[in-house]
């Protein structure tokens, strides 16, 4: 069964500081695999989508995550947090009609 | 964006009564799905519609129930309401013709059975 694995349930990070979240997935199969922010009472945003190619891949407000399929890992890094980044980070694998979760990661930036 | 909105945004209701949420889209897209939202378990589907009156299961449909008579909604009901139902419930449409592409979410419904 497909399932998806976000071992850090919550992250505190300086502002400025590096970040990265950890996702592993669970997929018989080449995944879709996709990164998602929730800011508070917020619905989900897209952040980045792998689908194949290049497991490096760049999303919107300074993300990338890097697709390893060894370690069926794909975690969502930042160069350099801003505050305006805090908030909830979802991993998740798209197979046939449909998604599968992870647990999801609270960020906190502390300046 | 794909123009989601989700209706009521809140609601408090009683054990047993029915409630039916529903999910507005104005970008034509075929699929669409209702998940539940709780701390501990991120999100979790409950049934998803692959086209008009075309719906099946998801991991979580036990005491749900949905409908699509048209392409722009998808509604979601609790037939009879109970505690465990409480939950924050978000809509979400698929983008394009093929099934995996990337979702959009509405705004989500915070309902709270009591």
């Known amino acids: 069964a497909q399932s998806v694995t976000q071992p850090d349930i919550h992250i505190t990070v300086s502002e400025g500081a590096s970040l990265e979240l950890r996702c592993n997935y669970s997929y018989g199969a080449t995944p879709y695999l996709f990164w998602y922010v929730q800011s508070p009472g917020q619905g989900l945003q897209l952040l980045l989508k792998?689908?194949?190619?290049?497991?490096l891949v760049q999303g919107i407000k300074g993300f990338e995550a890097e697709f390893k399929r060894s370690q069926s890992s794909f975690n969502l890094r930042k160069p350099s947090v801003h505050w305006s980044d805090a908030a909830e980070y979802f991993c998740?694998?798209?197979?046939?009609?449909?998604?599968?979760f992870g647990t999801g990661t609270s960020l906190t930036v502390i300046p | 964006d794909a123009g989601i909105t989700q209706s009521p945004r809140h609601k408090v209701t009683e054990t047993g009564t029915p409630v039916t949420l529903r999910c507005h889209q104005t970008?034509?897209?075929?699929?669409m799905y209702w998940y539940r939202q709780d701390p501990g378990h991120g999100l979790r589907l409950i049934h998803y519609?692959?086209?008009?009156?075309?719906?099946d299961k998801g991991e979580v449909s036990d005491g749900y129930s949905v409908s699509r008579s048209k392409t722009e909604d998808f509604l979601l009901t609790l037939e009879s309401a109970t505690s465990s139902q409480t939950s924050v419930y978000f809509c979400?449409?698929?983008?394009?013709?093929?099934?995996?592409?990337?979702?959009?979410f509405g705004p989500g419904t915070r309902l709270t059975v009591l």
């Open positions: 519609s692959y086209g008009v009156k075309d719906t």
């Open positions: 998740a694998v798209g197979t046939g009609n449909q998604f599968y």
């Open positions: 792998y689908f194949s190619g290049d497991t």
């Open positions: 979400a449409c698929n983008s394009g013709v093929a099934p995996i592409n990337e979702q959009f």
């Open positions: 970008e034509n897209h075929r699929y």
